[in-house]
Nanobody, 124 residues
């Protein structure tokens, strides 16, 4: 059974940093696309970043480029999202998601079959 468990959310002031974690189990982690999405009430879900676990190739949404970094710890099947210079617009529920094999050209949620429960990030 695939499980994705996020942690690391919280409240922070603008300009601050947070690091989210996503622990993955029950999955062929070595060749998968791992992603972070975010969503606020009344808004569409936004793909934030992806990493292809085999090559560590990454992709970012323009809104977070140069501020957020997605990374992985293959030994522990964990994906991270380091978020720096946070802005109030970054406030959202953040979700970890996965799909087999390659990352899509666009970070579209419909292509990801497994999701975590989410962790809240609030920037004031």
């Amino acid at each position: 059974q695939v499980q994705l468990v996020e942690s690391g959310g919280g409240s922070v002031q603008a300009g601050g940093s947070l690091k989210l974690s996503c622990a993955v189990s029950g999955y062929t982690y070595s060749r998968a696309c791992m992603a972070w999405f975010r969503q606020t009430p009344g808004k569409e879900r936004e793909g934030v970043a992806t990493i292809y676990t085999s090559s560590a190739k990454t992709q970012y949404a323009d809104s977070v480029k140069d501020r957020f970094t997605i990374s992985q710890d293959n030994a522990n099947n964990t994906v991270y999202l380091q978020m720096n210079n946070l802005k109030p617009d970054d406030t959202a529920m953040y979700y970890c998601a996965s799909k087999p094999l390659y990352c899509p050209p666009q970070i579209a949620g419909a292509l990801f079959g497994h999701w975590g429960q989410g962790t809240q990030v609030t920037v004031s």
